[in-house]
């Protein structure tokens, strides 16, 4: 039954019958893995209600932990009972899509989000604030920046152990949105993972001013481009009378059919259709920071906390391009025409964009955040490429890429000044002298960014070039690897600087972290080198669930 | 399954650096016998592959070895040696153990000025060095265009750290000006070196589609495409095949180098220590010359005649250039870096002439060069390290002082400028001739870089070694039995190889006859018979024919 029908049939009988409104199809067991997280963060709010202050923080470690694991496990269960491939369908009432990318980008956003709380709950690297082990979150958020009542928080040893849930309600946010299948439940998504993320960016311990910052910036520009996502859906709804994704997708092809009478002047009008994309497809190229909606980036990832930096870079890129790759390729392929010259524009700029930019960057995480819009570029020529080689070159990059961004701001977190952490590009002169391991570590998150081959950066930047050039985009290709030999100087300036340079006197030190950091730097550098050295496993999954389910 | 000789030979030295790497900081002594162990198993073993080795056999490679890999890309784990390949692979495991050996006291540290305990540069420079090796050598048996690729970029790293980490302090600046030079010689290598070969991955990626889209599945296998060719089932377009092989080629003549793109090498070989500047010309370098012979003439058979104008004339100006701006270099490294640039020049143009004298001889010309260049530089360095500087007006009179050391250097230099019974004369002679024998202008002015080389050998000798004893150069010491080792063996082989060149010919010969196979192309009918090819009656034309009924 056609599921639009049936959301119909659901509002007739309502409408009809009110008090009588029956109770939707919901197949809980395939939500699983949203449902437990999100599950796990409203626990985590009543344990910030009910337990006492000093058992918080273990209380939530673990419920997270245990939470996104075992997310974790019911993603690779769904996959394993065929979810991914052969029993993937439309759950939720049309809501929610369970196939083969969905499963994948949400086994992937679990496994870097775990990771990535490992960071969060770093507290070993901070110095002890009054005989208190601290991590990278303010003590109290609402105090005001430098005011008595945080020193007053400060000197009692709180900590925001409210980062745990938040950053679980992101995640959540965050497993629904690659796999929306309606442009509501889609705008829901991303209203959830992003309305966290805000607050997360305004909680940093040290530089408090330029985090709250960095905070607003995000928020203002993320409402906006919210508005347009917004304004873009209910221009499709103008056009299609649905919102379901293959919904519009039957109008686009096949034209209206049944004309519905409140929308009789507007829909089938191509104008409605074409603006109302370009819309929705500019609100989600804002999150995955592609240029010209880039201009975020920087601010944001400066300002944030990094082990928040870390975990935006590399989960709200892969949410996001989840969603994106659904959207082209579910709701517009029958626009394909029109979105591909433009999706080529902004493929081109955003790799020769962040890819120039980054050159001139003085600071460590700017440098970063251009070079994910660099990257971004990338993964957008494998967006472009319009084929199954295309889906599952994206899926892979994103894997890859992912985890070498969370090992490589789980590296700069490390290396500290008296002022927190040293992220002036010049304070890290002769870091290979003082710390030779955790430069060498570096150095390999950094040769994978620029794709050098032995690393996954490298199959990764193969793989979406390959589906490029096979779709007829060769010249993408060699603006590809052209932006890709720019890039290429950023990150080996930053070897010269650590490996060649005599260390400053007055130099960072390199803490020392707990195991939790170590953990995620040791799985940053093992995927890196695995997915460089033997890729066919994952290259074969990626594969494997490339096909999006209508 | 047969015993996996070529992995094995590869594997050897990549596990001897992460042997090396591994010890504590206090076995400085240790890390350079390990490394020195190892690299001498890869000896054994790379003799081992001549050995086992026929060179009469059908087939163009041997040795094979096939493994599925990412079978996604179409990539597969295939190995396999022709003669090039064997020559080649020889000559690196051979001049390891010296660079090691020359090398032994370039990465000491004092004590006191290591800014932690963890600080091992010792260790990391033979690491370095055995890495470089791993990777040269599993290039050169690499049959499959992903793989290859995969190495010859992944060898810029460890070449960079080299490079940019470690120096003769012999600049004529403070530590902290050469080590800046130093950082600046070695992104400038990287950079060049990076940027050709991301243009290639473009090509490679190309040759990915063109194959995918004609053949049913994408393929790297050099084998399966010159088949495919051959029976006419893949046709790649002329447009298509022109790009890819420019973007292939781009890559090697960065690599090589060839002019206008050398303008890396000078400094990388100056700034380096003398057996880092042996690695990147003798070893490094000669897997661009030789992926040429192996992958562009072989993958774009048209493509490489439609460039073969161009890129003689490029090689030419790279033979001119290198040996005059040789002659007015005043830096003893710089001025063997211009000569290596000439006879780079020289190889390109054996290979591009497309004669079986042509490409024998570029194929004898790597290995010559690699053996003199390593005797000249490694005994350059030697004389650098004593006197502390690499300004040839700094010298003068050494050959009072240490004769051996002279002599040592004249020998190397005299084998620069190929003067015969030296192995380098057997190869530049066959390049010329293969030249002229389709090309007679090139060939005549290319003949002019001998008398530059004669000028800028035999000055820079005169300057250094005789004339008035220099009071630096008084207590200058002659050649330790370290030095000796290193040396003694290399200047015998240029001896024994320049007298008696068979072993080398008949290994190389049909691999070339191979090659040109491919390409479609036979020697031009010489007007005069040229009897001076050594084995060139031993090509076995049974082999050949065969091989250009198959190829057609």
Redesign the interface.
């Known amino acids: 039954m056609s599921s639009v029908a049936s959301v119909h049939s659901l509002w007739t009988v309502a409408a009809d019958m009110p008090g009588r409104i029956p109770a939707p199809h919901i197949e809980y067991a395939q939500l699983a893995p949203t449902l437990i997280v999100l599950g796990a963060a409203v626990v985590g709010v009543l344990i910030e209600a009910f337990l006492p202050r000093r058992s918080r923080y273990y209380a939530q470690l673990l419920l997270s932990v245990v939470a996104l694991a075992a997310a974790f496990a019911a993603v690779i269960g769904l996959a394993a009972g065929g979810f991914g491939s052969a029993k993937a369908h439309i759950a939720a009432m049309g809501a929610i899509a369970v196939d083969g990318p969905a499963l994948f980008l949400q086994g992937t956003i679990l496994l870097v989000s775990l990771i990535a709380v490992f960071t969060f709950a770093e507290r070993r690297l901070d110095p002890a604030a009054h005989g208190n082990r601290v991590d990278s979150f303010a003590a109290q958020a609402a105090a005001v920046p430098g005011g008595k009542a945080e020193q007053a928080a400060v000197k009692a040893g709180f900590t925001t152990t409210e980062v745990f849930p938040i950053v679980l309600f992101a995640i959540g946010g965050m497993l629904v949105f690659p796999a929306a299948n309606d442009l509501l439940t889609l705008f829901i998504a991303l209203e959830v993972f992003s309305l966290p993320l805000y607050i997360l960016c305004a909680l940093a311990r040290r530089q408090r001013l330029l985090s709250q910052e960095s905070a607003v910036k995000y928020f203002l520009l993320g409402a906006f481009s919210s508005a347009f996502l917004l304004f873009g859906v209910a221009l499709l709804y103008g056009y299609a009378g649905t919102v379901t994704y293959s919904g519009i997708a039957e109008v686009i092809s096949d034209g209206a059919k049944q004309i519905d009478p409140a929308l009789a002047g507007t829909m089938g009008n191509d104008v409605l259709l074409l603006i109302g994309s370009a819309l929705v497809v500019m609100g989600l190229l804002f999150k995955v920071g592609a240029v010209p909606f880039h201009m975020w980036t920087p601010d944001v990832y400066q300002g944030a906390p990094t082990p928040v930096t870390g975990f935006m870079a590399a989960a709200t890129k892969v949410a996001a391009f989840g969603a994106l790759l659904r959207l082209l390729y579910v709701v517009l392929p029958g626009l394909r025409w029109d979105w591909r010259p433009v999706m080529w524009g902004v493929a081109i700029l955003t790799m020769l964009g962040g890819a120039i930019v980054a050159i001139t960057q003085t600071d460590i995480k700017r440098m970063l955040a251009y070079s994910s819009i660099a990257h971004a570029g990338f993964i957008l020529a494998g967006v472009i490429a319009t084929s199954e080689n295309g889906i599952?070159s994206v899926l892979f990059y994103l894997g890859a890429y992912s985890f070498v961004t969370l090992g490589a701001f789980a590296v700069v977190t490390l290396v500290r000044d008296a002022g927190g952490e040293a992220t002036q590009l010049s304070k890290w002169a002769?870091l290979g002298?003082?710390?030779?391991?955790v430069a060498a570590v570096f150095a390999i998150f950094l040769?994978a960014f620029?794709g050098?081959?032995?690393t996954s950066g490298?199959t990764g930047k193969?793989?979406v070039?390959?589906a490029a050039?096979?779709s007829g985009a060769?010249w993408l290709?060699?603006v590809?690897?052209?932006s890709?030999?720019i890039a290429?100087?950023f990150y080996?300036?930053v070897i010269?600087l650590m490996?060649?340079?005599?260390?400053k006197a007055e130099g960072p030190t390199v803490a020392v972290p707990s195991p939790l950091t170590t953990t995620a730097i040791a799985f940053g550098v093992v995927v890196t080198l695995v997915l460089g050295l033997a890729?066919?496993y994952f290259?074969?999954l990626a594969?494997q669930a490339s096909v999006f389910i209508r | 399954m047969s015993f996996p000789l070529l992995t094995v030979t590869a594997a050897v030295p990549a596990v001897g650096a992460i042997a090396t790497a591994a010890l504590p900081a206090a076995r400085r002594t240790a890390a350079k016998w390990l490394a020195l162990l190892f690299s001498l198993a890869t000896l054994a073993l790379a003799l081992l592959i001549a050995f086992r080795f026929r060179p009469g056999a059908t087939g163009p490679y041997q040795l094979t070895e096939s493994h599925?890999?990412?079978?996604?890309?179409g990539v597969r784990y295939e190995l396999g040696v022709d003669g090039i390949a064997v020559a080649l692979i020889a000559l690196t495991a051979l001049l390891i153990p010296f660079v090691i050996l020359a090398g032994w006291h370039d990465a000491d540290v004092l004590e006191d000025t290591r800014?932690?305990r963890?600080?091992?540069p010792t260790q990391g420079f033979f690491a370095l060095i055995l890495a470089v090796e791993a990777m040269v050598v599993i290039s050169f048996e690499a049959t499959d265009v992903f793989l290859f690729?995969?190495?010859f970029?992944?060898m810029?790293?460890p070449m960079?750290?080299l490079i940019?980490?470690f120096g003769d302090r012999a600049g004529g600046h403070g530590e902290?000006e050469a080590?800046a030079q130093?950082?600046r010689a070695?992104?400038k290598f990287?950079?060049y070196n990076?940027?050709g070969g991301?243009?290639m991955?473009?090509a490679v990626?190309?040759l990915?589609?063109v194959t995918?889209?004609q053949l049913g599945t994408g393929t790297f296998s050099l084998q399966q495409i010159v088949e495919a060719r051959a029976a006419g089932k893949l046709d790649i377009a002329t447009g298509t095949e022109r790009l890819l092989f420019l973007g292939f080629f781009f890559a090697f003549a960065v690599k090589a180098p060839l002019w206008p793109l050398h303008t890396w090498l000078p400094g990388a070989m100056g700034e380096s220590t003398a057996p880092v500047a042996v690695l990147i010309t003798a070893v490094v370098d000669k897997v661009g010359t030789f992926a040429m012979l192996r992958f562009c003439l072989q993958l774009f058979p048209q493509a490489s005649s439609w460039a073969t104008p161009v890129i003689l004339v490029l090689a030419l100006i790279s033979v001119l250039y290198g040996a005059l701006l040789a002659v007015a270099q005043r830096d003893i490294k710089r001025l063997i870096a211009y000569a290596s640039i000439s006879h780079f020049g020289f190889i390109v143009l054996g290979i591009f002439a497309m004669t079986s004298q042509g490409q024998s001889g570029a194929t004898l010309y790597m290995v010559n060069h690699g053996i003199s260049t390593a005797a000249l530089m490694l005994v350059a360095g030697f004389l650098i390290s004593r006197r502390g500087s690499r300004l040839i007006a700094d010298y003068g009179g050494v050959q009072k002082v240490a004769p051996i050391l002279a002599g040592t250097f004249l020998v190397g230099g005299l084998a620069t400028l190929s003067l015969p019974g030296l192995a380098p004369f057997v190869s530049e002679f066959l390049v010329l001739v293969g030249t002229f024998s389709r090309y007679p202008a090139i060939g005549v002015i290319a003949t002019v870089a001998i008398v530059l080389a004669a000028l800028y050998v035999l000055v820079l000798y005169q300057r250094t070694m005789t004339g008035p004893v220099r009071d630096e150069v008084r207590a200058m010491p002659d050649l330790r039995v370290r030095e000796l080792v290193v040396v003694a063996p290399l200047i015998a082989l240029l001896i024994f190889l320049g007298v008696y060149p068979k072993p080398l010919t008949d290994l190389v010969n049909p691999a070339v006859g191979h090659t040109l196979s491919v390409v479609d192309k036979k020697d031009p009918q010489p007007a005069v018979q040229v009897d001076a090819v050594p084995g060139g009656d031993r090509r076995g034309p049974a082999v050949r024919d065969q091989d250009v009924e198959a190829a057609k």
Not at chain 2, 68 to 73: G, H, Y
């Open positions: 599952s002769g002298r003082r710390s030779p391991l040769l620029a050098i081959p032995l490298f193969f793989a070039f390959k050039a096979e060769g290709v060699v590809g690897v052209l890709s030999a290429a100087f080996i300036r010269v490996f060649f340079n005599e260390p890729p066919q290259l074969h594969g | 599925t890999w990412i079978p996604d890309f800014p932690n963890r600080w091992r690729y995969l190495f970029e992944a810029l790293i960079y750290f940019g980490g902290e080590a130093r950082s070695a992104v990287l950079l990076l940027a991301l243009i991955l473009a990626i190309g990915y589609a995918a889209d």
